[in-house]
């Protein structure tokens, strides 16, 4: 799976739109990028995911640049609830059977009164 | 449609005695995986399982070690503790198609303290 980078950490004031990039330069055509949080110890949560288009879910939007060696995750309104370590990975379409996702280190975001 | 589930929340054991730890999938879900968490990091893969056969492992030692039951439930096996071994597991759970790449699914993860 391809390497991503994110910033380690950013600030976001409640109820304006969080905008949270990733690289991932040596994406291959065959690989999503694929969104997860984790809120202060709980498990992983799943957001959103893309391969090239644009999406939009109840949760996120996600957009992917044209040649897909970036992405940035939208939160539109932001509260306090999202304050968490978002890791933004990249998984191989094709996984034969064997699906570990490899998580980096993400970015915390913290969302500000 | 229930989520992920994992037992215990929390556990404390001493140094060289062994642990199970347990994940319950969710419905409709028959490939289950674990990842173990260090304070401060990233979860890093465990191993998966899919049809109660492990399929894919990442660098851990032969002292982990799993199964996987026919209702597609699952453990996590570890022996000997270390001191090292402390950390968050998580069980992932996620529907398998063929080998295409399918969204996984987390439990609320099980915090081990070995003493």
């Known amino acids: 799976d391809a390497k991503t980078t994110q910033p380690p950490s950013m600030d976001c004031a409640e109820g304006r739109a969080a905008n949270l990039p990733c690289n991932h330069s040596t994406i291959s055509g065959n690989e999503y990028v694929y969104w997860y949080r984790q809120i202060h110890s709980q498990g992983p949560q799943y957001i959103i995911h893309g391969l090239k288009n644009n999406e939009t879910n109840e949760m996120a939007s996600l957009i992917i640049t044209e040649d897909r060696k970036s992405s940035t995750l939208i939160l539109p309104h932001a509260t306090l609830r999202d304050t968490a370590v978002y890791y933004c990975?990249?998984?191989?379409?094709?996984?034969?059977?064997?699906?570990?996702?490899?998580f980096g280190t993400g970015t915390k975001l913290q969302v500000i009164p | 449609e229930t989520g992920v589930t994992q037992s215990p929340t929390h556990l404390i054991k001493t140094r060289g005695q062994q642990v199970t730890l347990r994940c319950s999938s969710q419905?409709?879900?028959?490939?289950v995986s674990w990842y173990q968490q260090a304070l401060g990091q990233g979860p890093q893969f465990i191993f998966q399982y899919y049809r109660e056969e492990e399929n894919g492992r990442g660098n851990f030692p032969p002292r982990f070690s799993g199964l996987q039951f026919p209702n597609y439930s699952s453990e996590l096996n570890v022996n000997a503790l270390e001191l090292d071994d402390s950390a968050l597991y998580l069980c992932a759970s996620s529907p398998q198609a063929g080998g295409r790449t399918d969204t996984q699914y987390f439990g609320p993860g099980t915090r081990l303290t070995v003493l």
């Open positions: 990975i990249v998984r191989n379409l094709l996984s034969g059977g064997y699906q570990k996702v490899t």
């Open positions: 419905s409709g879900h028959n490939t």
